[in-house]
């Protein structure tokens, strides 16, 4: 006997969907300016890492001339 709770034939829900075609040629013209955007924000963050780091290499002290003592 089958309960009243369960559907009477198994179906799957419809997950297709269309998107008009404006919003399609927005998104294939959006997404290379993007990727571009990330590389590029990428690359400035690693430049300023190593421009960090030569500096912290120029003021670090032992290759500084040694001052003369009173």
């Known amino acids: 006997m089958k309960s009243?709770?369960?559907?009477?034939?198994?179906s799957s829900p419809d997950l297709s969907f269309s998107l008009p075609l404006?919003?399609?040629?927005?998104?294939?013209?959006?997404?290379?300016?993007?990727?571009a955007?990330?590389?590029?924000?990428?690359?400035?963050?690693?430049?300023?890492?190593?421009l960090g780091e030569a500096s912290e290499e120029l003021f670090r002290g032992d290759r500084l001339p040694t001052r003369p003592l009173m």
């Open 4 to 10: 009243f709770r369960e559907p009477s034939s198994p």
């Open 37 to 50: 955007l990330l590389a590029t924000g990428r690359l400035a963050s690693q430049s300023a890492i190593r």
């Open 22 to 35: 404006a919003i399609d040629l927005a998104i294939s013209f959006s997404t290379l300016p993007l990727l």
